[in-house]
C-alpha cells in the first residue's frame, strides 16, 4: 500500500464548475499535509497546506483535512482552464521529508 | 515572499562535463534544502536533504560522488553533477523552506542535457 494515495485521473471538469481532489494517507501520526499544483515540464507550486482537522480557504481553492478518516481534499471552485495541470498531494514524515502521491491530473474544460 | 531561485534553467553539455546547479532563497533563510530528480511522466524522486552547516544526507541509491551536494550558507545549496553522462540527464528540482516543518517552496528547476 502506497502511504500516500491520489487517483491518477484524468480528471475532466467543466468551466466554472467545481473540481474537488482527494488523497488518502496510511500514516495516522501524519501531521501536515500540503497540495501542490505542476504544470507539464515546471517544478511543483504550493497551493495549499494544512495542519489541522477541517477547512481552509484561500480564495478559490480549500483544502479539507479528515486525520479521523485519514484523508485530505482539495477543492477549486470556478475552475478555470488554467487550473489544469497535475495536482500533488504530500505529507512530511517524521524527518520532516514530503511524501508524495502519484498526482491527479485535472483537465478543466472550457 | 518565499521565493526559491534556480538556476541555470537548462544546460547542454558534452558527456564528461561536470555541471553546478545553484538554489538560492531569496527573501528567506532556509536551514533546510531538498534536491529532487524527476523522469518524464514519472514523480518527483528525493535525492538528499541539505542541512546548512552539514553535510547532505542522500537517499539510498544515490551516488555521492556524482551528485556533490554543498549548503554553505542559509540562502545558497548547490548541486554539482560530476562527470556527467547520458543517462544523467533529467530534470534536477530544489525546494528550500525555512525550518523542517514549514512548507517546501519550489525552485523553477534546472534542465539538465548531456550529449
Known amino acids: 500500500q502506497k502511504e500516500v494515495e491520489q487517483n491518477s485521473g484524468p480528471l475532466s471538469v467543466p468551466e466554472g464548475a467545481i473540481a474537488s481532489l482527494n488523497c488518502t494517507y496510511s500514516d495516522r501520526g501524519s501531521q501536515s499535509f500540503f497540495w501542490y499544483r505542476q504544470y507539464s515540464g515546471k517544478s511543483p507550486e504550493l497551493i495549499m497546506f494544512?495542519?489541522s482537522n477541517g477547512d481552509k480557504e484561500d480564495g478559490r481553492f480549500t483544502a479539507q483535512l479528515n486525520k479521523a478518516s485519514q484523508y485530505v481534499s482539495l477543492l477549486i471552485r470556478d475552475s478555470q482552464p488554467s487550473d489544469s495541470a497535475t495536482y500533488l498531494c504530500a505529507r512530511k514524515d517524521s524527518n520532516y521529508q514530503l511524501i508524495w502521491g502519484a498526482g491527479t491530473k485535472l483537465i478543466i474544460k472550457p | 515572499g518565499a521565493v526559491v531561485s534556480q538556476h541555470p534553467s537548462w544546460v547542454i553539455c558534452k558527456s564528461g562535463t561536470s555541471v553546478k546547479i545553484e538554489c538560492r532563497s531569496l527573501d528567506f533563510q532556509a536551514t533546510t534544502m531538498f534536491w529532487y530528480r524527476q523522469f518524464p511522466k514519472q514523480s518527483l524522486m528525493l535525492m538528499a536533504t541539505s542541512n546548512e552547516g552539514s553535510k547532505a544526507t542522500y537517499e539510498q541509491g544515490v551516488e555521492k560522488d556524482k551528485f556533490l551536494i554543498n549548503h554553505a550558507s542559509l540562502t545558497l545549496s548547490t548541486l554539482t553533477v560530476t562527470s556527467a553522462h547520458p543517462e544523467d540527464s533529467s530534470f534536477f528540482i530544489c525546494s528550500a523552506s525555512e525550518t523542517a516543518d514549514r512548507p517546501q517552496h519550489f525552485g523553477d528547476g534546472t534542465r539538465l542535457s548531456i550529449l
Open positions: 494544512i495542519y
